[in-house]
């Protein structure tokens, strides 16, 4: 079974801070991994995905996230945050290859202070 | 854009009583999700539909919920009789074919049992 954890629930920086939330997944097999994000109000979003290749990727609104084999992590980062990145953020993976269903992690409340 | 369209929006219900959820996945998606996500928690897959057919039930509470796509294409999850432990957020995904790992999720629904 697959597990995800996310280190912190609640995070909070000032504008023009670097962020970096951390993600730990627990599977056996090749997987793929999520980052969503939920606005307030909205409903979740997809910022970037991994599933193969470079293990650096890139999202959407400046967001980065690297993939780490021997470390089973994915963390999120972005090297300035602004006030509207204030959101709910869950990473999620899946089995690599599949449909499956997604298993998330519990989410971290990041909380921009202007 | 197509998105992933849930109604309602909101349901009160007291408990034992039974509740409806509606979900029309994105146009042409084969795949489509049942996620419940606990206030404070990341959402938990509850049911998996590839077309009409399920994939995967697994944690379903099937003595009290139901879920069916009977023509491929809109789906309805029901809980009866409803618990107050029912209360959460209800969420639908839909993934296509020719890119199923990537999942888009509807605004939710969100139960309160009382």
């Known amino acids: 079974a697959q597990s995800v954890s996310q280190h912190n629930h609640h995070v909070i920086l000032s504008e023009a801070a670097s962020l970096e939330l951390g993600c730990n997944y627990s599977y056996g097999g090749t997987v793929n991994l999520f980052w969503y994000v939920q606005y307030p109000g909205q409903h979740l979003q997809l910022l970037l995905k991994?599933?193969?290749?470079?293990?650096l990727v890139k999202g959407i609104k400046g967001f980065e996230a690297e993939f780490i084999k021997s470390k089973f992590s994915f963390n999120l980062r972005k090297p300035s945050v602004q006030w509207s990145d204030t959101a709910e953020y869950f990473c999620a993976v899946g089995r690599g290859g599949g449909a499956d269903g997604l298993t998330f992690g519990k989410g971290t409340h990041l909380i921009i202070q202007p | 854009e197509a998105e992933v369209a849930q109604s309602p929006r909101y349901k009160i219900t007291e408990k034992s009583q039974a509740v409806a959820f509606w979900c029309d996945p994105i146009s042409g998606h084969a795949t489509l999700y049942w996620y419940r996500q606990i206030l404070g928690q990341g959402p938990e897959l509850l049911v998996q539909f590839q077309d009409e057919s399920v994939v995967d039930d697994s944690q379903l509470p099937k003595d009290r919920f139901s879920a069916e796509r009977l023509k491929g294409v809109d789906s309805t999850l029901k809980i009866q009789p409803a618990e107050l432990g029912d209360s959460a957020m209800y969420l639908c995904?839909?993934?296509?074919?020719?890119?199923?790992?990537?999942?888009?999720f509807g605004p939710g629904t969100r139960l309160l049992v009382l």
């Open positions: 995904a839909s993934s296509n074919r020719a890119n199923q790992e990537t999942q888009y």
């Open positions: 991994y599933f193969s290749g470079d293990p």
